[in-house]
C-alpha cells in the first residue's frame, strides 16, 4: 500500500509559477518553506467519473519511480494528498526540454546527438535491468539539466510506464503516434523493445530535425509506423555517418524480436563516436605542420584515420555479436594494411606515421594465425595502391621479417605484374589456411572482396577447416560478398571437413536471408553432413523456426533420420517447437516414428511436458498407445515425469471413438453462424430504446401497439440510484439483471449530476417521454439476445447516452464493435448544428475506441472499417415529406449524411442512404428498409468469413451450464475459459481453434473479450 502525506501541501511549501502541464498534471516550482529548496511539484489530478488519473495509474508511477536511482532519471522525493489531486515532489532541472533545444538548433551535430542519445539509453537500460518499460519515450519527456553544447539529461514522465514480464501480457493504445511502436498502433504485446523503438525516432529528430513517421493526420501517422515507411532523405543526411543511420536502422524494425536490445545498442560502434574524434584530433596535432603542404591533404588523413577507427569499433561490435574470441592488439604482427587513397602522400609527407601506424594497429594478423580485434583488410583502392603500400611498408618498417610474403614485397617502385600480385592473394594464408578473400568475407568488407575478384581471387580454395569464401560469408551473413562469390562462380553446395555446406552453416546462425540466396541459386537441401543432419535439422536443433519453415516451403526432405535416429519432427518436439511441428505434420510426417532410441515424438512430448504438441500429435491420428523401448507408454511416462494434464489428456482420448469424435467437433461445417451483432449510439432522447422496441415487434403485433404520447418533458426524467454496465453472462443473486436480457449488470454508484463530454451546445434535455412503457433512459449496455423478422436471430446492444457510462464503454466497443453492424441514431426534431455535432461526437468517440487492424490501405483506411447506418427518428414530428412508396424523405437527413461521409471516410463505411423513420410504427416503410439493409450489410460481412464448427456448436450449448456453475462469472480469464472447456468440451482444441472460437463467439454476442 502507497503511503502519501496527508499534511496540508500550501502549509509546508510554497507554490510557485507553472513551468509544465500535461491532460490531467500541472508541474510547478515549490519552496520548501523550511529548507528553501526547490522542487518540482506534479499535481496529478485524480479521477473522479470521467476526468483525471486513477489511482491506481498514480501509485504505479510512484513505484516505478521510487525504484529509479540513476543520474540520467529524474530522483523522486515525496508524494501529498490533496484530496482532489496527487503532488509528487520531484528533482528540479531548469535547463528546458530536448525538443527546445532541438528547435532552438534545427538539428544537432552528429556529437551532440552521441552524447545525448547515450545518456538516454543509459537511463533505459537501467529501467530495463529491472524489467520496465517507459512507453512514452519523446524529446518533450527528456529535460536538460543546463542549457550547453553538450547538456546532460534527464528523463522524466512515468505515467505511462509498465513492468513487463513473461506472465501477465500487456497491452494498450496509448503514446505519442510520432513515437509509438507498430505493435502499439496494431495493439500487440508490449515489450521492453517498445522504448528502443522510440530511442531510435529519437536520433532521427536530432540528426535531422525531421520526424521519421509524422503524416498530414494522425491516421496517416498510424500507418507510417505500422508498416515502418521511412527514409533517410539526403536533404537531412547527407552529412550524417552511415554508423549513425545503421544505428537508427537497427532499431527501426518492425519486429520487436529484430531490434537491437538497450546492451547491443551500448556496444553500437557510433556511441563511441566521440572517443573516435578525440583520437582523431590527437594524431591530427602530432602531425608537423610544416610537412603538409595543404589543408585539404589534412583533412583527407584525418578521413583515413576516421575509416580506419570506425572499422576497428564496428569490428569490436561484430566480435560481441559474433561470440568470437578476439585477442588484444598484437606487438609481433605481420602487416598486411591496404590504404584506399594517398598511400604515396603517406610515405612522402609523414615519414614518421609508421611509428602511429603500428600504435593503431589498424589492420592486422596475427602472426600465430589468430584474428584479432584488427585484423580485417579494409579497402577501396586499386592494385597499384596496393602495390605501393607494401613497398612503402618493406622499407620503412621490419614488421614482414617473420612473415612467408616477404619474397612479394618488392624496393619502392619496383613493378609487379598482375599475375604475381594474384598468386600472392591467392597463395599468402595464415596458419588457418586463410586467405585475403576468406577474411574479406568474414569481416563484410565488400570492397576488398570485389578488388580480390576482380583481381582473379580463386574463390575455391578452402582454409585448414574445409570453409570456403563462400562458407565464411554465409556464416557472417555478408550479403553483398555472398551473392559476389556466387556470381564469381563459387560452388554452393561444397562441404567442409564436418560435412556442412554453407546452407547447414546459415542455418546453424539463424541467417534467413542468406538461405533465401543460396535456395533461389540452386543450392542443394539434401546433402547430410558427417552426423547425417540436413539443413532443416540443424535449423531445428539451433531453435530457428523461420528458417525450418522456409527450409520445409522448399522442399526438403522433411523424413531423413539422422546418425542418432531423429528425423526432423523428433528434433522440433524436443524442442517445443510448435509451428514446426504443425507444419511437418501438414506435409505427411511420420507421427510414430522411433529413434534409435525407441522413442517417438508422442513420447518425447510427454517426458518433456509439451502438452499442446502432445494436443497436436493426437490430432493428427498419432498412436497414443504405442510403447517406447522399456515397454512403457506416453501416459505413463507423463506421469512419471510429473505432467498429469498430458496423462489426463491421453486417458481422455484413449478410445478411437471418443477421439475421432472430438476431431470432428473441430472441422468446419457448412453453416453460417446463427447470431450477429447490432449496436447503436446516440444521445439520450433519439429514441435508440423505442427503435429497438420496434424492431422486435412482429407484423401482427404490430397493429397493437399503441402510438406515442404528444406529451414533451422538459425535465430530466428521474435517475435510479444505481449504474448497471454488463459485464459477463451469470445470473446470480448478488447481481441485478435486466429484465431485457440474460446478461449482467454491476451496480455501481450514481454520478450526482447529468454533464456531456466534448459537447457543450447540445441539449441538455429529454426530448421525449415514452409513455406508454415508462421508459427511463437507459442505464449502461442494455444488451438483448432476439429473433427479428427479416433478420433472424440478432444480439442488440443498447448503448447509453448519459455521459456517466461512457468511461467503461471502451471495455465492450474494442472488440465487438469490429463484428458488428452500427447504428447512430439522431433527432431530426433537434437543429441541423446539435445533429450535425452529435454525430461527430459518436463517431470521434468510437474511431478513439475501435484499434485498426492491418493492412492498412490507400488514405490510412483499415481491413476492419466499421459499417455506420445513420438512423434519424421523430420524423412524424417533424412532418416530413412522404413519398409516393410512403416513405419518409428528410433532405436535411441526406445532407447530414453526405457531410459526415465526407469527414469520416478514411475510419467509417457509412451507409450513403439515411434512414428516416417514425420509431413507434414497426411495419412503416423505413423500419422496413433499415432491417433490409442491416441484412445486406450482414450478408456482405459474412462473405469469406469461417464457418461454424461443431466445436462451436458444443461450446455455445455449455455455456448456460457454465453460467450457472462458475463463481468467477460474469469475468473470466482467457486461460481460465481455455481451461475449463477443455475439461468439459473439447480437451484436444488447440490455442488456434480457441481464437476462432472466440472471435465467432464475439460475432454472435455470447462473450465480450
Known amino acids: ?92 532541472v531548469t535547463g528546458g526540454e530536448l525538443y527546445e533545444f532541438v528547435s532552438q538548433h534545427k538539428h544537432l551535430t552528429e556529437e551532440q546527438s552521441v552524447h545525448i542519445i547515450r545518456q538516454i539509453i543509459e537511463a533505459v537500460a537501467h529501467m530495463h535491468s529491472q524489467n520496465i518499460a517507459h512507453l512514452d519515450l519523446k524529446p518533450e519527456n527528456v529535460l536538460l539539466v543546463e542549457n550547453c553544447e553538450m547538456p546532460t539529461i534527464k528523463v522524466i514522465d512515468f505515467g505511462l510506464s509498465h513492468r513487463l514480464d513473461s506472465v501477465a501480457e500487456v497491452k494498450a493504445m496509448f503514446g505519442t503516434p510520432e513515437f509509438i511502436a507498430p505493435e502499439v498502433v496494431n495493439f500487440e504485446r508490449l515489450t521492453l523493445a517498445t522504448d528502443m523503438w522510440a530511442v531510435g525516432v529519437i536520433a532521427y529528430i536530432l540528426l535531422s530535425g525531421a520526424s521519421p513517421f509524422l503524416g498530414d493526420t494522425v ?206 592473394c591467392n597463395s599468402i594464408k595464415n596458419t588457418n589456411g586463410e586467405t585475403g578473400l576468406h577474411l574479406a568475407a568474414a569481416m563484410g568488407q565488400v570492397e576488398m572482396a570485389r578488388l580480390l575478384l576482380m583481381c582473379g581471387a580463386n574463390v575455391a580454395l578452402a582454409d585448414a577447416e574445409g570453409d570456403t569464401a563462400l562458407i565464411h560469408a554465409a556464416r557472417h551473413a555478408s550479403i553483398s560478398i555472398l551473392v559476389m562469390l556466387i556470381k564469381a562462380g563459387a560452388c554452393i553446395s561444397v562441404q567442409n571437413q564436418e560435412g556442412d555446406t554453407a546452407l547447414h552453416v546459415a542455418a546453424a546462425w539463424g541467417e534467413l536471408e542468406v538461405i533465401k540466396i543460396l535456395v533461389e541459386n540452386g543450392a542443394l537441401l539434401h546433402i547430410p553432413n558427417h552426423i547425417g543432419q540436413l539443413p532443416l535439422h540443424v535449423a531445428i536443433s539451433r531453435r530457428h523456426s523461420n528458417v525450418a519453415l522456409y527450409l520445409l516451403n522448399s522442399g526438403t526432405d522433411f523424413d531423413l533420420h539422422d546418425s542418432d535416429g531423429n528425423a526432423p519432427i523428433h528434433l522440433a518436439v524436443r524442442e517445443g517447437m510448435l509451428t514446426v511441428v504443425q507444419a511437418l505434420i501438414a506435409m505427411g510426417s511420420n507421427v510414430d516414428t522411433a529413434n534409435n532410441q525407441g522413442l517417438c515424438p508422442i513420447h518425447i512430448a510427454s517426458r518433456l511436458g509439451h502438452t499442446d504438441i502432445v494436443r497436436c500429435l493426437c490430432l493428427a491420428g498419432c498412436n497414443t498407445e504405442i510403447k517406447n523401448s522399456d515397454g512403457i507408454k506416453a501416459e505413463i511416462t507423463a506421469l512419471k515425469y510429473g505432467f498429469n494434464d498430458i496423462s489426463d489428456l491421453l486417458n481422455k482420448i484413449r478410445s478411437n471413438y471418443t477421439r475421432d469424435l472430438y476431431i470432428r467437433q473441430l472441422v468446419p461445417n457448412c453453416q453460417q453462424l446463427p447470431r450477429f451483432n447490432v449496436q447503436i449510439f446516440g444521445h439520450s432522447g433519439v429514441g435508440k430504446s423505442t427503435l429497438l422496441e420496434t424492431m422486435r415487434t412482429g407484423y401482427f403485433s404490430g397493429f397493437f401497439k399503441r402510438t406515442k404520447s404528444n406529451h414533451f418533458n422538459n425535465h430530466y426524467s428521474p435517475l435510479l440510484n444505481t449504474l448497471f454496465c454488463s459485464i459477463g453472462l451469470l445470473p446470480t443473486e448478488n447481481f441485478k439483471v435486466s429484465n431485457k436480457s440474460n446478461f449482467i449488470f454491476i451496480a455501481h454508484p450514481n454520478s450526482p449530476s447529468r454533464t456531456h463530454i466534448e459537447l457543450d451546445t447540445t441539449s441538455r434535455q429529454n426530448s421525449l417521454n415514452f409513455d406508454l412503457y415508462n421508459h427511463q433512459s437507459t442505464r449502461g449496455i442494455d444488451i438483448q439476445q432476439v429473433w427479428i423478422s427479416g433478420l433472424g436471430y440478432v444480439t442488440l446492444w443498447d448503448f447509453s447516452g448519459q455521459d456517466t457510462y461512457f468511461s467503461f464503454y471502451h471495455h465492450m466497443i474494442t472488440t465487438s464493435a469490429n463484428h458488428a453492424i452500427l447504428l447512430l441514431v439522431f433527432n431530426l426534431n433537434d437543429s441541423p448544428t446539435i445533429q450535425y455535432k452529435q454525430c461527430c461526437f459518436w463517431l470521434s468517440f468510437l474511431q478513439a475506441r475501435i484499434p485498426p487492424i492491418e493492412p492498412i490501405g490507400n488514405c490510412g483506411k483499415t481491413s476492419n472499417m466499421p459499417r455506420v447506418i445513420l438512423v434519424g427518428t421523430h420524423a412524424d414530428v417533424v412532418r416530413a ?113 480457441f481464437q476462432m472460437l472466440f472471435t465467432q463467439l464475439e460475432q454472435m454476442g455470447e462473450v465480450n473479450i
Open 881 to 993: 415529406p412522404r413519398l409516393s412508396n410512403g416513405d419518409f424523405n428528410s433532405p436535411q437527413a441526406i445532407a447530414l449524411t453526405k457531410k459526415l461521409r465526407m469527414a469520416f471516410s478514411t475510419y467509417f463505411d457509412i451507409h450513403p442512404t439515411p434512414i428516416v423513420v417514425d420509431a413507434h410504427v414497426p411495419n412503416s416503410y423505413g423500419t422496413k428498409f433499415l432491417k433490409t439493409t442491416i441484412s445486406d450489410i450482414k450478408n456482405a460481412m459474412w462473405q469469406g468469413s469461417r464457418q461454424m464448427t461443431g466445436f462451436c456448436e458444443a461450446i455455445v450449448s455449455w455455456l448456460p451450464t457454465l453460467r450457472k456453475s462458475a463463481e468467477s462469472v460474469p469475468v473470466m480469464t482467457w486461460e481460465a475459459f481455455v481451461d475449463e472447456a477443455r475439461a468439459q468440451v473439447n480437451p484436444l482444441a488447440s490455442s488456434d481453434h
Open 219 to 424: 491516421q496517416e501517422t498510424y500507418a507510417n509506423v505500422s508498416s515502418a515507411s521511412y527514409k533517410f532523405d539526403n536533404s537531412y543526411f547527407e552529412n550524417v555517418s552511415d554508423l549513425a543511420k545503421d544505428f537508427i536502422t537497427r532499431l527501426l524494425q518492425k519486429d520487436p524480436k529484430k531490434r537491437d536490445s538497450v546492451f547491443d545498442c551500448l556496444g553500437h560502434p557510433w556511441l563511441h563516436h566521440k572517443d573516435l574524434f578525440q583520437s582523431l584530433r590527437k594524431i591530427l596535432l602530432s602531425i608537423n605542420d610544416s610537412a603538409s603542404e595543404s589543408l585539404a591533404f589534412r583533412l583527407n588523413v584525418m578521413a583515413s584515420f576516421t575509416n580506419v577507427n570506425i572499422v576497428q569499433k564496428c569490428l569490436q561490435s561484430f566480435a560481441r555479436f559474433r561470440n568470437k574470441n578476439f585477442s588484444r592488439i598484437h606487438r609481433d604482427v605481420s602487416f598486411l594494411f591496404v590504404k584506399a587513397n594517398q598511400t604515396n602522400d603517406l610515405r612522402k609527407h609523414i615519414p614518421g606515421t609508421k611509428t602511429d601506424i603500428r600504435k593503431k594497429n589498424a589492420f592486422v594478423m596475427t602472426s600465430d594465425g589468430k584474428i584479432t580485434t584488427t585484423a580485417l583488410i579494409a579497402t577501396v583502392g586499386t592494385t597499384k595502391a596496393i602495390q605501393q603500400y607494401l613497398n612503402y611498408a618493406n622499407e620503412e618498417t621490419q614488421i614482414y621479417k617473420q612473415n612467408s610474403c616477404r619474397k612479394f614485397l618488392f624496393k619502392p617502385n619496383h613493378a609487379v605484374d598482375n599475375h604475381t600480385f594474384i598468386n600472392f
Open 1 to 92: 500500500i502507497m503511503n502519501f502525506k496527508k499534511d496540508p501541501f500550501d502549509s509546508s511549501f510554497e507554490i510557485c509559477e507553472e513551468i509544465g502541464k500535461g491532460h490531467f498534471a500541472v508541474v510547478k516550482r515549490c519552496v520548501n518553506k523550511i529548507t528553501g529548496n526547490a522542487f518540482a511539484g506534479k499535481f496529478i489530478r485524480k479521477k473522479r467519473v470521467c476526468r483525471g488519473v486513477p489511482i491506481e495509474d498514480i501509485e504505479r508511477e510512484i513505484e516505478t519511480l521510487s525504484r529509479m536511482e540513476h543520474p540520467g532519471i529524474i530522483k523522486f522525493h515525496d508524494v501529498y494528498d490533496t484530496g482532489q489531486s496527487v503532488v509528487l515532489l520531484l528533482e528540479l
